[in-house]
């Protein structure tokens, strides 16, 4: 079976055995600490949109809440004199219009628990405000694809790699075909502490009783930062941004079955 083939059935609820709790950024982050993996530094938890007090916080931050996807509700926000500036959309916010924001959020996934987290902001090793996201498609220590997004104000520029961090030269689209009205897809060189990034997706991966799972990681000065993880990943599944073609497709789907042969999973 294909990675896409496996990656819809799971988004269907037909595959058995998958730790959906650490879909949860509080539970996945954790679950690294707990295996001696790096995290960001947690400020605070609330349980509602009422007890979020912005005003207990540093001047600057990252509000996530931890039952959304895709970076829906994330905000990495610094205090300004009238409000809050959000770096990742590029907007001004009022308190009261953040608080409202994720009032609205909560309200569109009534039947979840709600909860949120404050983490302190990580800047990358570029220095970037906004870090690249570095996603690593792991099958139990074995890497698939590596997917950096680098963020900018016109349009997303998306690199990819394969599971020895070598970048891949695409340009037919012949593996992946971005959708370039919103994504610039382009080639990277390894970036600083690729060796590292890769080691600790590997350790990460080999712990989630799982036979595949994304990594998103973070590449700072001082090294990788665990970001979440992602068990139903929405970048090839809606393939509104990304289409996986076939030859990749067949060939993560084939580190997707050697996975379930190392758990014991038929």
């Known amino acids: ?3 896409l083939s496996h990656i819809r059935a799971r988004g269907r609820g037909e595959e058995l055995n998958v730790p959906t709790h650490l879909h949860n950024k509080i539970l996945g982050r954790k679950f690294v600490e707990s295996i001696g993996g790096p995290v960001p530094k947690l400020l605070a938890t609330f349980s509602s949109p009422e007890e979020i007090d912005l005003d207990i916080l540093p001047d600057s931050f990252v509000l996530k809440p931890t039952f959304s996807s895709s970076s829906f509700g994330v905000m990495v926000l610094e205090r300004k004199e009238k409000g809050f500036y959000d770096y990742l ?3 001004e916010l009022s308190a009261r219009a953040i608080l409202d924001e994720q009032k609205s959020l909560a309200d569109k996934h009534p039947a979840v628990e709600h909860f949120w987290m404050v983490e302190e902001r990580i800047v990358d ?8 996201d570095y996603k690593f498609f792991t099958f139990q220590g074995e890497i698939g694809l590596i997917h950096r997004t680098i963020r900018d104000s016109k349009k997303n520029r998306h690199a990819f790699f394969d599971g020895d961090f070598i970048p891949i030269n ?14 610039e897809k382009v080639v990277e060189q390894r970036p600083e502490h690729w060796e590292r990034l890769l080691n600790l997706a590997k350790r ?19 090294g990788p930062i665990f970001g979440e993880f992602t068990l139903v990943p929405g970048t090839f599944y809606y393939e509104d941004r990304e289409v996986m073609m076939p030859e990749l497709s067949f060939r993560l789907g084939y580190l997707w ?8 999973i038929s």
């Open 1 to 3: 079976m294909d990675y």
């Open 89 to 91: 959309r590029r907007r």
């Open 257 to 264: 079955g050697k996975a379930q042969e190392k758990l014991g």
């Open 170 to 183: 695409d340009p037919n689209d012949k593996l992946i075909a971005p959708n370039r009205k919103i994504i």
């Open 125 to 132: 090793v570029e220095s970037n405000l906004i870090p690249d």
């Open 204 to 222: 990460i991966s080999v712990a989630v009783p799982s036979p595949f799972v994304r990594v998103d990681m973070y590449n700072t000065s001082e």
